[in-house]
């Protein structure tokens, strides 16, 4: 039997030189796809690494990946390069269709390409929309379905919902009902990034139908109300702005009962370690204000022990101050173990602050040891100390010691309510009727129903008027006597609770006045007026109604 050469040797070998023939090709297509890519870039000054086109293998990516730069290019502000404005969208038209060709070549050949698919419709959105071509609206397909085309092929990505969004935006009042629907749909979604909030709040609020329709695309999420009042600060809008602050504030709650609900649940199975994160968490995201107290106490009481880092001890800071505050002016409402923990966390504080949170604690021993270590009492600092241990001393019936409290007292203090409150107390203990008398007596001189703008005084940015009222009160009413020329947001507290935040904006002839329903009864009591820009809000006389 003869032998015959095998018929798959011959068949190996024309397969091995046509796969070199095709690969050679295929280099020279890739080669001639980069030279022709570098001269696109060359012409239309768009920047792009070389590198980054030596690194594609593929001719039809290289195109691409240059199509995507002259588009970016395209987007700069400084695009037109100081020619004339019919010049530059003759030129931006001509470099847009270019691009928009590109994008539909590679789109043939690679049909599941979102990248291709976007630049097809960004460039000839760009292009018509830059040379005010009609086809914009008449022919509105031809850029919407490769948007729309891009946006389903990569559903992850952000670049399609970005321009599709920013498209519809810009050509709002041509939409049907349906497309704006489709609209506010991408919308939501952008809002969800920091990022895109920052570019496309402002645009957004420009063709929205009121304040409170933008902002119902807004998620739960309380740094996206937060950025949107700032947002609406900078433009002004002080009623936009409170609408947005309240909600930032609703969200911020609902947020932190989620956390100390996690925290609760970590506790319980051991971990720890976690717990303790989220009720720091809790407690440093908390605002110094009486809605949030349950939820800062809660959190203080439960977290796991253990020492907390300076940031985290700067943050909770202003808590402590707030708490000190209200035990002064309208009694203690956090509970004694949390406000021990809070002064604990809270390092570098001054001795005063320190022995002012031991004894609203109800450790006065730990207060008398900042006492001891202190060289002399007499001090204005420790005027807000002395006051209150004199006053807790008189109601454990330790009247001696509360009245060498009280002799301690600055001068400067025994001019003011809180001295002659705290004096009144100390004589009641003592069963001394001519010091009680002459307490009260300097009480009612300073009661009154009004008071003068020079009556205010300033700490860390507030303006905080302590009044005496001479009879209970339906209401009072607030001048402000300097405002920022746009108007602003200011924020009113009594005894440290919430009164609300009040838009303003300066009257012409006269200052705004600000009527408030909120019950008071005799006697002392502290205003406070914090605005949204510091230093550019003065209030002036008080009345009460």
Do not use: N
């Not at 749909?185 to 990034?193: K, M, T, Y």
């Not at 695309?217 to 600060?233: F, G, I, S, V």
Request: aromatic share 6%.
């Amino acid at each position: 039997m003869t032998s015959q050469p095998p018929v798959w040797r011959a068949g190996l070998a024309l397969a091995a030189v046509a796969l070199a023939v095709a690969a050679g090709a295929e280099l020279r297509r890739l080669q001639a796809s980069r030279e022709a890519a570098f001269d696109w870039l060359q012409r239309t000054g768009s920047g792009l690494d070389a590198m980054a086109l030596d690194r594609e293998p593929d001719p039809e990516r290289v195109r691409l990946r240059t199509a995507r730069a002259v588009l970016a290019a395209e987007l700069a502000p400084e695009r037109s390069g100081g020619l004339p404005p019919e010049q530059a969208a003759r030129a931006a038209a001509e470099r847009m269709a270019e691009t928009a060709r590109v994008g539909a070549e590679v789109l043939v050949r690679r049909p599941a390409s979102w990248e291709a698919a976007e630049v097809l419709g960004a460039a000839t959105y760009i292009g018509w929309a830059q040379a005010r071509d009609p086809r914009l609206f008449t022919a509105y397909r031809r850029w919407e379905e490769p948007l729309a085309a891009a946006l389903r092929l990569a559903p992850a990505r952000r670049e399609p919902v970005r321009f599709l969004a920013a498209a519809y935006l810009e050509v709002w009042p041509a939409l049907s009902p349906r497309k704006r629907a489709v609209a506010r749909g991408l919308l939501a979604e952008i809002f969800r990034s920091p990022e895109d909030r920052g570019r496309f709040l402002g645009p957004w609020l420009d063709r929205a139908a009121g304040v409170r329709d933008a902002l119902s695309l807004l998620p739960p999420d309380p740094a996206a109300w937060e950025q949107a009042a700032a947002t609406l600060a900078q433009r002004g809008d002080w009623t936009g702005y409170d609408v947005a602050r309240r909600q930032a504030e609703e969200a911020l709650l609902a947020a932190l009962a989620r956390d100390l609900v996690t925290a609760d649940r970590l506790r319980s199975a051991g971990a720890l370690g976690e717990a303790r994160a989220f009720y720091l968490k809790v407690a440093q995201r908390a605002r110094p204000e009486v809605r949030f107290l349950p939820l800062l106490q809660q959190a203080l009481e439960r977290c796991p022990p253990g020492p907390v880092d300076g940031p985290t001890s700067e943050r909770l800071a202003p808590h402590l101050a707030q708490a000190l505050d209200r035990c002064q002016w309208a009694g203690c409402q956090m509970e004694p173990a949390a406000l021990k923990r809070l002064s604990r966390f809270v390092r570098g504080q001054q001795p005063p602050q320190e022995a002012l949170a031991a004894l609203y604690a109800g450790d006065l021993p730990r207060a008398g040891l900042y006492e001891r270590r202190t060289q002399g009492l007499g001090t204005p600092s420790w005027g807000p100390y002395l006051l209150a241990k004199a006053r807790a001393l008189a109601a454990r019936d330790r009247v001696d010691e509360a009245r060498d409290a009280l002799s301690l007292v600055h001068t400067s203090w025994q001019q003011r309510p809180l001295y002659w409150q705290a004096a009144a107390e100390v004589a009641r203990a003592a069963g001394d009727a001519a010091a009680l008398a002459q307490a009260q007596a300097r009480l009612a001189a300073l009661a009154r129903r009004s008071w003068p703008a020079t009556a205010w005084t300033w700490s860390q940015g507030t303006a905080r008027l302590e009044l005496v009222a001479a009879a209970p009160a339906a209401g009072l009413a607030v001048a402000f006597d300097s405002l920022p020329a746009t108007g602003t947001v200011v924020e009113l507290r009594l005894d440290g609770a919430g009164l609300g935040s009040f838009p303003l904006r300066p009257a012409a002839g006269a200052a705004p006045v600000l009527r408030l329903t909120s019950p008071l009864g005799r006697g002392l009591h502290l205003l406070e007026v914090a605005g949204a820009q510091a230093g550019e809000v003065a209030p002036g006389a008080v009345e009460l109604r």
